[in-house]
């Protein structure tokens, strides 16, 4: 079974992998044995239990239609994973197996493996979409142009000004994106009840060496304290804002009674089934229904956040998916605008036009000036 024809449209191929289910697997399986690796390291179990667990656990040999299934009724993806894991391994390594984790350990570092891999490749579009909102800025920063307030004619302003604060604001949304990542994007290891009970008093050591192993950071036992995943979920809301602000700009311009700015012309794109003498922004569509989204989820993070005593119920198991949409969304907007700003086509004799009509001189104040300062203070 697919999911093409729902996702493709909204988010990068790149991306959907990301999220997909040989991913999700692989990354569970790499949980499991960096907790053996871990634990044997430190004497928690024998290491040729945990030589006979990493031996053992393959994904390949594991059916995301049939585990899919299986929780479904479990109603995490942990315990028929784990269930599974065992019968590869079996004898004693399968009672050592997943030994003093809890299900909870498993979604959570899945999870965040998930976010550090869409946050790379989510930085790279947007990164583009900056960059060439920049030389655009700059290349337009001493041009005339109507400015617009309210929907209707203003005062004049450099046309480049408009691009170097989009160029500004979606900056400063990827940098905070970065930061929250980076802080929150963390191992989970804390056991039945956030304790590491039965570790031996070496939990935070194997904690330790798990996220070693698997490349997140160190973090105390986090099961239902949820603001790091709220913060990556409400930074990636900003984002998409900021992606669709530039969008929503570019989709007025393009009107034909304005004209003076268009989405590149490629093929295939853009087009209507009913009206071929259409062109139609067909990448700020893409970023605006993005933009459109993205709120809803963001306050189903937000609602989880009050969680019950040391594990909630329904809090966390909402938010992987609704993390994984925002992500997906996105990935999208940024693509496709990546390919708008990198080919934007700006009508220059439209834009004088347009400022003629409107008689209020050509006086752009400190345009270029902001517009530097706007483009030296990227990502601060």
């Known amino acids: 079974m ?144 109507i400015g617009r307030t309210l929907l209707q004619d203003a005062m004049p302003v450099a046309f480049g000004l408009r691009l170097a604060q989009a160029a500004r604001g979606i900056g400063h949304a990827l940098a905070m994106l970065d930061t929250a990542v980076a802080a929150n994007a963390v191992v989970q290891l804390g056991g039945a009840a956030g304790t590491r009970a039965g570790m031996d008093g070496k939990g935070a050591a194997v904690a330790e060496h798990i996220a070693q192993a698997l490349g997140l950071e160190l973090s105390a036992p986090w099961h239902a304290r949820r603001s790091g995943v709220a913060a990556i979920g409400a930074t990636l809301g900003i984002l998409i804002g900021a992606l669709g602000k530039f969008a929503r700009d570019v989709a007025l311009l393009a009107q034909n009674s304005i004209g003076e700015a268009r989405e590149p012309l490629i093929a295939g794109r853009g087009g209507s089934s009913a009206m071929a003498h259409k062109r139609n922004p067909t990448g700020c569509q893409v970023a605006l229904s993005a933009a459109t989204r993205a709120p809803g ?78 483009l030296d203070g990227m990502r601060d």
Do not use: K
Request: with cysteine.
């Open 297 to 374: 989820l963001v306050a189903s993070l937000l609602a989880g956040l009050p969680q019950e005593a040391e594990r909630g119920l329904g809090g966390w198991q909402a938010e992987g998916p609704a993390l994984a949409d925002l992500f997906l969304l996105a990935s999208g907007s940024a693509a496709a605008l990546a390919m708008v700003a990198e080919g934007l086509e700006v009508d220059e004799a439209a834009i004088a036009r347009n400022l003629a009509v409107a008689g209020v001189g050509d006086d752009i104040g400190e345009s270029a000036a902001i517009i530097a300062d706007l």
């Open 2 to 145: 697919s999911d093409l024809l729902r996702l493709r449209p909204a988010a990068t191929a790149a991306m959907i992998a990301v999220f997909d289910d040989a991913a999700t697997v692989a990354h569970a399986c790499a949980f499991e044995t960096a907790l053996a690796r871990a634990q044997a390291a430190y004497g928690v179990i024998a290491p040729d239990l945990a030589a006979a667990i990493v031996a053992g656990v393959d994904p390949a040999g594991i059916d995301p239609v049939e585990l899919g299934e299986e929780a479904a009724l479990a109603g995490t993806l942990a315990i028929p994973l784990v269930a599974r894991l065992r019968r590869m391994v079996g004898g004693d390594a399968a009672r050592a197996l997943h030994r003093s984790a809890t299900s909870q350990d498993v979604a959570d570092s899945v999870l965040m493996l998930q976010v550090r891999a869409a946050h790379r490749l989510l930085a790279t579009d947007v990164t583009r979409v900056c960059d060439a909102l920049a030389v655009l800025a700059r290349s337009h920063g001493e041009r005339p142009a």
